[in-house]
């Protein structure tokens, strides 16, 4: 199967702090690619590398053949227009109504006239099930009506990748199924590529077809979704079934408790 993204010997510090190693990922054209694993792992970074905002120091980041920490700034933007990104929370413009928040891309990228438009934000609005809201303005919205408004104007132009930033965060359980069966469906629908970026473990496996689990900036594991469940690593089943004890620690490092007292006692405290 081609590979729409492939990610080779990627490294990038922030300052002098490295926060990815030698990264090394392949997403196949059509499925939905999971990247996994605690706040701070890089995740966030590489899915901003691969919208070529970020530049890896070494290695190169490729989509749909194109080296994108090797483009100008036209085609990185020509680029741009082929993906949607659903960032956390949604981040819609909130002096905006939903249907002008759902047009902005679209107008912006494209020359159409308004009548279509019209029509293309309605079918899109349909396809999340909120055509009734298009007059709402953000603050009307409910977190599950916002991230699925944040859905439709993600694939306004039909993109043939498609980032998730942290999805289900902050959700309710019924508004989390909605927004995975619809990442589900409009993938499919759209014959779109997918990659979400997520530590909600359980909502993810149900959809994705391939996982990669990071930890300290390098992939720790990967597999199918059944691969990473029955995984005996100590690090992605202590992940996968949220154990406070394994080999990420519950507590920050510190002098052991009972010296800390003992200081305590020494100073009369």
Not at 194 to 218: P, R, W
Request: aromatic share 8%; hydrophobic share 45%; charged share 20%.
């Amino acid at each position: 199967m081609e590979n729409l993204v492939e990610i080779k010997d990627v490294n990038f510090t922030y300052d002098v702090r490295p926060v990815l190693k030698g990264i090394n990922m392949t997403v196949p054209r059509g499925r939905i690619v999971a990247i996994m694993g605690l706040s701070g792992c890089g995740k966030t970074t590489l899915l901003r590398m691969i919208g070529g905002v970020l530049r890896p120091a070494t290695g190169t980041v490729t989509v749909a053949g194109c080296v994108m920490n090797r483009l100008g700034e036209e085609e990185r933007y020509r680029m741009r227009r082929k993906m949607g990104m659903l960032y956390q929370f949604g981040a819609l413009f909130t002096d905006m109504s939903v249907f002008d928040n759902v047009a902005f891309q679209i107008r912006e990228h494209t020359e159409l006239p308004e009548a279509m438009i019209q029509d293309l934000v309605l079918m899109k609005l349909n396809a999340v099930g909120l055509r009734g809201a298009q007059h709402l303005m953000p603050s009307e919205l409910s977190g599950g009506m916002a991230r699925r408004v944040a859905l439709a104007r993600a694939i306004a132009l039909d993109p043939m990748l498609i980032m998730y930033d942290e999805p289900f965060t902050g959700l309710d359980p019924i508004s989390m199924g909605v927004i995975s069966n619809l990442v589900r469906r409009l993938g499919e629908a759209l014959g779109a590529t997918s990659i979400v970026v997520t530590h909600d473990v359980q909502e993810s496996l149900k959809i994705v077809d391939y996982v990669y689990f990071m930890a300290d900036g390098v992939v720790v594991a990967q597999g199918t979704p059944d691969e990473i469940r029955s995984s005996r690593a100590p690090f992605v089943h202590q992940f996968v079934w949220g154990e406070m004890d394994g080999p990420m620690p519950f507590h920050y490092p510190g002098a052991p408790y009972a010296a800390d007292l003992a200081l305590e006692a020494a100073h009369g405290h």
